[in-house]
């Protein structure tokens, strides 16, 4: 009766290659390469995400196209730029109403690296995900969820969950 009330639960899927963000209530998503276009510093305004960040960067003379999730070490190579990111991402699928309730997101960060990620990979993801806005961030290491899997709240054993 009252599900309007409740928070929007977010799925957010790290890669270099891509940032994916799904509304787990309303199956909505965007899924585009995680590129941001910026003016040159000092003033370094956002020109465009996603798919249209290069095409935002040929518009100004200086701007740089980064992608914050580039890096061979650490999937987390500009801490800045990822959380401008995926606040754009969110803002995109669930609009930017000041009434609307903090969402719940699931950071999933995808790739194996050698080791595993660190406690401070950790950390960055848990912080990317308050820095949106989030009520609640949970951290999840392994297979891709499905939404069932999520609303549930019944994690695969074969995979961490840190929250």
Excluded: C
Excluded at 53 to 78: E, K, M, W, Y
Excluded at 129 to 147: E, F, H, Q, R, S
């Amino acid at each position: 009766m009252f599900d309007f009330i409740k928070p929007t639960i977010l799925y957010v899927q790290i890669s270099p290659e891509q940032l994916s963000v799904r509304d787990v209530k309303s199956g909505e998503s965007i899924s585009e390469v995680p590129e941001l276009a910026i003016t040159a510093a000092p003033d370094q305004k956002i020109l465009g995400v996603g798919a249209a960040a290069r095409s935002a960067a040929t518009s100004q003379i200086g701007a740089l196209v980064v992608n914050p999730f580039a890096h061979p070490r650490s999937l987390v190579s500009d801490f800045t730029a990822g959380q401008q990111l995926i606040k754009a991402f969110v803002s995109r699928l669930v609009g930017g109403s000041r009434l609307a309730m903090s969402p719940t997101i699931i950071i999933h960060p995808l790739g194996n690296p050698e080791g595993g990620f660190t406690q401070v990979e950790g950390r960055a993801f848990r912080e990317l995900g308050m820095g949106v806005g989030a009520a609640k961030v949970t951290l999840w290491y392994g297979d891709i969820l499905t939404d069932q899997e999520i609303l549930s709240h019944q994690f695969p054993s074969h995979g961490r969950i840190i929250e």
